[in-house]
């Protein structure tokens, strides 16, 4: 069989085997020395599984069918069959689909042979478990089974005149392969035990009993499930393990392989909107998220919060941070792990560090605004990291921090893309959950699971959030940001008058004309407010966070000005005139006179004492506001010194000096060795360690003239093979010797058979020595068998064998 899928392979065009090779990309990757070696990792367990994995339900529903059936299959018996599992009669339309079906399993090399011989790739067997949910066939069900036994099960399956002399596994098979036999036998059993058949009969076809391989005949079986098992209508393949044998489930299933099947994918079920209100949506909320991403690292940047020992964010970080930005914690999660994966934020170090933003984010900020949503959409699209399970517990029991190493998860990236394509190709819809759960297990079936659907919610979810979706419907730009079907780099079609109909749009070119256009003013008030109509420009923004205090967000945003946010202003270097001069030149109304002597008085009283290092001091050119702070009882714990009228020490640090002449309600700044104001800069933090957030680009597959190029090496080397003597029988008194690739896949064919084969094999010592051997399983480089030589069970390098021979 595998000679034949390796000639059937050598038989196909260069366009074919291009085709197999930009589907299957992983085949290439190194470049196979011959078709024999492509042929070998195509079949390849991990290879195949990984190729079943992207079939849909309808494909895998026909690899299965060609797995079940007998021998190879005309393509009339594999419809026929096909057709059977259908709610209703075959249409034209289900035919399409299934020639399309057939033919595009041909082009992944996982079904092989013409349409009146069709037959899955070697491996295929093997991968799949339970096939269309039907247990082993009864060779491999009885198996281990001991002669005595399988004597006894024949007769008793035979019933009056039949011969049990040389029974064997196959003659029990072939008894339960007769319709006419299985029929009997089911008759015999009592109702409960054809209940019990009915529970396994669609799968799963497995079941745990007490004592599963109790010996009992026909005659003497009292319970349903002694009935069952001294008539081979079920297995026993363990101390408690029951299965059911496949010719008695194909029996009981009326022949068909599925129950039901459909080749086309469920509706997608959902809320229709209006494309242009969802996009103005989706475009309102990334420019928020993108704002409150600048806002987290702003404030990063002045108060980092500490790294935990384990690597991640304090509980009470998370809950503060939330509160500053006036966001629930698992938008807050959501936004620290975006930011985390674009390189924006990291650790200062892994042993008392802290959580600050990087250079990175410097270069990141005075982009336009759809250009970093853009940053942080692609970011949070190929992260394998999952916010949303901030706050649960693993399997250990511990606390998932925000920022914990342990919220990665391999399958998040792709199911984000799996999602989103699907939202695709429903325009203007908006899915509920369980529908896109529905589509998800018929687009995945081999990938379902409780994980797998929590991934899907937690997109949905965070896909709003960022402004990828708006109102439930993927908005336009969102579109641009997925990988093009056909092989380019994503982006949507150019709308009529955008500079060429079909070119592809970038996201941030669809996002720009959706976005409200930033404002450079405000309205200063009376009570010391400054009302935001909308959102501000940049640099107006990040003064107003140094100069005032945010007071409420929501459609307009209210910045307080206070003496603590005027002295914050001024301890940045900057002075009174410039603070008045930037109200003025940024306020659609003039000063009022409360501001204006506000920050008069602030910056009349900054400064006029200075703190310097003693341990510190403090100067002043007026030695009657010392004598105040020196008779201030709250000086006390500063334990101050008069060194001069003008002067005075203090064994406090400079920056709790400060501090404290501050809580007192004095106005200290503080100076250097040279007495010169330090100027707070707000930027001033910055880790340069490597942001370990960011996640690696996702492999999507080859390029055309790469994948060319590796077709037409494979062929080069494959002529070259060719051209080569085959492989001999060895010699008497020598070991076997075979290509890699053929001994590969004979003791495949021998472990899927239970056959004995005759290898040649190193030892530590490089000794050339035979073996005859039982395969029974091959897995991460060792063959696992029982050695007929030695009489025991041993593992062997794969490296370290020689070649295969057939017992003769």
Request: one cysteine or more; charged letters at 25%.
């Amino acid at each position: 069989m595998s000679t034949e899928f390796t000639e059937w392979l050598r038989g196909r065009s260069d366009d074919r085997l291009r085709a197999l090779v930009s589907v299957r990309p992983e085949l290439i990757t190194p470049v196979p020395a011959h078709l024999e070696g492509l042929a070998g990792r195509a079949s390849s367990p991990s290879a195949v599984g990984r190729a079943l994995d992207r079939l849909d339900r309808f494909a895998l529903a026909v690899v299965e069918t060609l797995a079940v059936l007998p021998g190879p299959v005309a393509y009339r018996s594999l419809r026929a069959q096909m057709a059977r599992a259908l709610p209703g009669p075959a249409d034209p339309e289900f035919q399409s689909a299934l020639k399309e079906t057939v033919e595009r399993l041909r082009t992944m090399a996982l079904v092989y042979g013409p349409d009146r011989a069709l037959a899955p790739a070697p491996g295929v067997r093997e991968v799949l478990d339970t096939p269309g949910g039907l247990g082993p066939p009864a060779v491999e069900a009885f198996r281990h089974h001991p002669a005595e036994r399988l004597a006894e099960l024949v007769q008793d399956v035979a019933g009056e005149g039949g011969d049990a002399g040389g029974a064997t596994k196959e003659t029990l098979a072939a008894l339960l392969g007769d319709g006419e036999v299985v029929g009997r036998l089911v008759e015999e059993v009592s109702p409960q035990a054809r209940s019990a058949l009915n529970e396994l009969v669609w799968g799963p076809p497995s079941g745990r009993v007490p004592n599963a391989r109790r010996e009992v005949r026909a005659a003497t079986a009292q319970s349903p499930i002694e009935q069952l098992l001294s008539r081979a209508l079920l297995a026993a393949v363990g101390e408690e393990t029951v299965v059911l044998p496949r010719e008695v489930a194909l029996f009981l299933r009326g022949g068909r392989v599925h129950r039901d099947l459909s080749p086309f994918p469920p509706p997608t079920e959902g809320t229709e909107r209006d494309r242009m209100l969802a996009d103005r949506t989706a475009a309102g909320q990334a420019f928020t998220f993108t704002r409150a991403v600048e806002e987290l690292c702003e404030r990063w940047g002045v108060e980092p919060p500490g790294v935990l020992r384990s690597g991640g964010l304090a509980v009470r970080d998370l809950k503060r941070t939330a509160g500053l930005l006036d966001l629930p914690e698992w938008v807050t999660g959501l936004i620290i792990e975006v930011s985390y994966a674009a390189g924006l934020i990291a650790a200062s170090g892994t042993v008392d560090g802290d959580w600050m933003p990087t250079p990175v984010y410097d270069g990141w900020r005075v982009k336009s605004t759809e250009d970093r949503w853009v940053v942080l959409a692609t970011a949070w699209l190929t992260m394998d990291r999952v916010p949303g399970v901030i706050g649960e517990r693993d399997e250990r029991d511990r606390l998932l921090n925000a920022l914990h190493p342990d919220l990665r998860r391999p399958a998040a990236a792709e199911v984000r893309a799996t999602t989103l394509g699907m939202l695709a190709a429903t325009p203007g819809v908006a899915p509920t959950p369980d529908a896109m759960r529905e589509r998800l297990a018929w687009e995945q079936p081999r990938r379902r699971g409780g994980h797998r659907d929590q991934l899907v919610e937690f997109t949905l979810r965070e896909a709003e959030q960022i402004g990828v979706t708006g109102l439930g419907a993927l908005a336009a730009h969102g579109r641009a940001l997925l990988p093009d079907p056909s092989g380019g780099s994503g982006g949507a079609a150019a709308p009529a008058g955008a500079g060429g109909a079909g070119r592809p749009v970038s996201a941030a070119h669809l996002l720009l004309p959706l976005l409200p256009e930033p404002l450079d003013h405000v309205l200063l008030q009376a009570d010391l407010t400054a009302v935001a109509p909308g959102p501000l420009t940049g640099d107006l923004r990040r003064w107003l966070a140094v100069a005032a205090e945010v007071e409420s967000t929501g459609g307009a945003t209210v910045y307080r000005f206070d003496e603590r946010s005027i002295r914050r202003a001024l301890d940045a270097g900057q002075g009174a005139d410039e603070l008045l001069a930037m109200l003025e030149r940024h306020s659609t109304t003039p000063v009022p006179q409360p501001l204006s002597y506000l920050v008069t008085d602030v910056a009349r009283r900054h400064g006029r004492m200075r703190v310097g290092t003693a341990n510190a001091y403090v100067r002043c050119d007026d030695p009657s506001l010392l004598d105040e702070v020196m008779a201030d009882r709250r000086a006390i714990p500063l334990r101050l010194r008069r060194l001069a009228p003008t002067v005075i020490a203090s064994k406090s640090s400079r920056p709790v000096l400060v501090d404290s002449l501050r809580a007192m309600g004095y106005a200290p700044a503080a100076e250097s060795l040279d007495g010169d104001v330090i100027v707070t800069q707000l930027d001033a933090r910055r880790t340069e360690g490597p942001s370990a957030g960011r996640s690696p680009v996702t492999f999507v597959g080859h390029e055309a003239d790469v994948v060319a190029a590796a077709v037409r090496a494979v062929r080069a080397g494959d002529a070259a093979y060719q051209a080569r003597r085959a492989p001999v029988a060895a010699p008497g008194g020598q070991v076997p010797r075979s290509p890699a690739t053929a001994t590969i896949t004979a003791l495949r064919e021998a472990i899927r058979q239970g056959s004995q084969v005759w290898i040649g094999y190193l030892d530590s010592q490089g000794n050339a020595t035979s073996r005859i051997l039982e395969p029974a399983r091959m897995e991460g480089g060792y063959l696992t068998a029982y050695d007929e030589t030695r009489a025991a069970v041993h593992r062997f390098a794969l490296h370290r064998i020689t070649g295969i021979a057939d017992i003769a």
